[in-house]
């Protein structure tokens, strides 16, 4: 049973990814909604099941153990976030639990940071994407607008090749729905947000002749969640898909840089968690 719900979960998530949302992008809307999307009572929980599921390099279906995280602060407007878990995999409790919250009455900003996907975690070594008064949702923003914005350069020296990271991390709310269902449960008042992340990566030619492209400028995780009202973060997907230039990897290898060592060369995956159980006092 509990392999089936997980399946039939993975499934959804890759619906959600694949589906296109109501709203035009190009049209503005201003939804008109208020109340708690994230309760922020001390002592609240929400426990997930977290999936990792993909098709490249190879089929792949990952069920782990649940997560939990609770609200361990919460003074004024400021929230932390914490969890007893020596290791999590949800994506979305990961970045609740890297730093601050900043709650208002109708925003949820961040002050921590975001992990790169896991299969370019060698090629950050020791690297930080750091996020600072960022917007995880704002119930009074136009739909599809940006919330919040961030780019900026790392550079990594620590292997035989160096390497210059270029990031640009950005928000926005994507849509607001009255009800909708997941799973056959009728679900009320949800908020949808996404957190997209947009890597390139370049290092010098061996032959000096100047740069070679390692990722072109791509959007390598892009993080969808369902926020309740009264609930919180109901359910969320972080789909993680790119590919390294093949043309560099012949020349890094030819040269005797295997790259592949410190990044997978090209990638499709969906991170996801769903609730599984949880407390909010009301």
């Known amino acids: 049973m509990t392999i089936f719900k997980n399946t039939l979960f ?10 296109c949302s109501s709203n035009d992008p190009d049209q503005t809307i201003t939804p008109q ?15 997930y099941s977290p999936s990792n599921s993909g098709t490249i390099p190879s089929n792949y279906i990952i069920i782990h153990p649940l997560e939990s995280i609770f609200i361990s602060n919460s003074e004024a407007s400021i929230i932390n976030v914490n969890s007893n878990e020596t290791i999590l995999h949800g994506v979305v409790n990961k970045l609740l639990t890297s730093g601050d919250l900043k709650k208002t009455e109708s925003t949820l900003h961040l002050n921590g940071k975001i992990d790169p996907p896991r299969h370019m975690q060698n090629m950050f070594l020791g ?6 008064d960022f917007a995880l949702y704002d119930l009074n923003a136009d739909i599809n607008s940006e919330l919040s914005v961030v780019s900026s350069t790392l550079t990594q020296n620590n292997f035989t090749a160096n390497f210059t ?11 607001v729905l009255e009800s ?33 492209e390692v990722l072109a400028p791509q959007d390598t995780m892009v993080i969808t969640s369902y926020f309740l009202k009264d609930l919180g973060l109901y359910i969320s997907s972080a789909l993680i898909e790119y590919q390294i230039n093949p043309d560099t990897i012949s020349i890094l290898e030819d040269n005797g840089f295997l790259i592949s060592s410190i990044i997978s060369t090209e990638v499709y995956e969906i991170n996801g968690q769903s609730l599984n159980d949880y407390m909010v006092n009301e």
């Open 10 to 19: 993975v499934l959804f998530i890759i619906s959600i990814i694949s589906s």
């Open 33 to 47: 909604i208020t109340g708690d999307y994230f309760p922020s009572e001390l002592d609240n929980y929400w426990r």
């Open 127 to 132: 690297l930080e994407i750091p996020l600072n």
């Open 165 to 175: 990271i270029d990031y640009t991390i950005t928000s926005k709310v994507t849509d």
């Open 180 to 212: 909708t269902t997941i799973n056959g449960e009728l679900l009320n008042n949800v908020l949808i947000s996404e957190i997209t992340m947009n890597l390139s990566i370049k290092t010098p030619h061996p032959d000096g002749s100047g740069d070679i």
